[in-house]
């Protein structure tokens, strides 16, 4: 198992589309540990790889109350299948827009099928925050942060935040 390091915006690889795995093999059976070691190590409810700089549509994620047991779940090629015509708000952040949140409306319930660990197809049925975080998930392989569903404006105030305090790191560990 390995730590791997969590690409924050803005970069363009957050912003590319991921493609299928096909079948889920040792190479990506590791990836997933992977993943799921450096989403609790952040500490996250959910890991895409093109976080991580890897452009295959696997997400990780585990919603599980702290105080339980853990409830880790690996999946590839996920694709919505179904959705709910009630929606449901909620705050989202994300590992790679650090410390900053608001609110986002998605589909209340959702359906989505995906290959697990085994590389069997299997169907998760979610609601509430397991649904808010899959669905953010499966739009980070399609090169979309839950700032794309916010407006323009907070989306550029985070982005020039964020973009600012990259150039301000990369100057700090450079000294001139
Ligand atoms: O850790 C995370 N918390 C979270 C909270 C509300 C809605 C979505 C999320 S996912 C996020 C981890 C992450 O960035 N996954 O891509
Ligand atoms: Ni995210």
């Known amino acids: 198992m390995a730590l791997l390091p969590i690409l924050t915006a803005p970069d363009p690889r957050l912003k590319k589309k991921s493609r ?10 590791r990836l997933m540990d992977d993943m799921l070691e450096t989403m609790y190590a952040a ?8 976080q991580v700089g890897v452009l295959k549509r ?3 994620l585990d919603v599980s ?4 047991p853990p409830a880790p779940h690996a999946l ?3 694709e919505v299948v179904w959705v709910s015509d009630h929606d449901n708000t909620h705050e989202e952040g ?3 827009v650090p410390e900053h949140y608001a609110d986002v409306v998605r589909p209340a319930e959702v359906r989505v099928r995906y290959l697990d660990r085994e590389n069997e197809v299997h169907e998760l049925e979610a609601d509430g925050l397991l649904a808010t975080c899959v ?6 392989l399609d090169g979309i942060l839950f700032i794309d569903h ?4 907070k989306r550029n105030m985070i982005l020039r935040k964020l973009l600012k305090e990259k150039k301000l790191a990369a100057k700090e560990a450079v000294p001139a």
């Not at 669905?135 to 980070?140: G, T």
């Open 20 to 29: 299928p795995v096909g079948a889920v093999d040792d190479k990506v059976r």
């Open 43 to 50: 500490p996250g409810i959910g890991l895409a790889a093109p």
């Open 58 to 60: 696997v997400i990780v």
């Open 65 to 68: 109350d702290k105080d339980g």
């Open 76 to 78: 590839a090629d996920p």
């Open 94 to 96: 994300c590992l790679s």
């Open 135 to 140: 669905q953010h998930e499966i739009d980070h």
């Open 150 to 153: 916010i407006s323009a404006l």
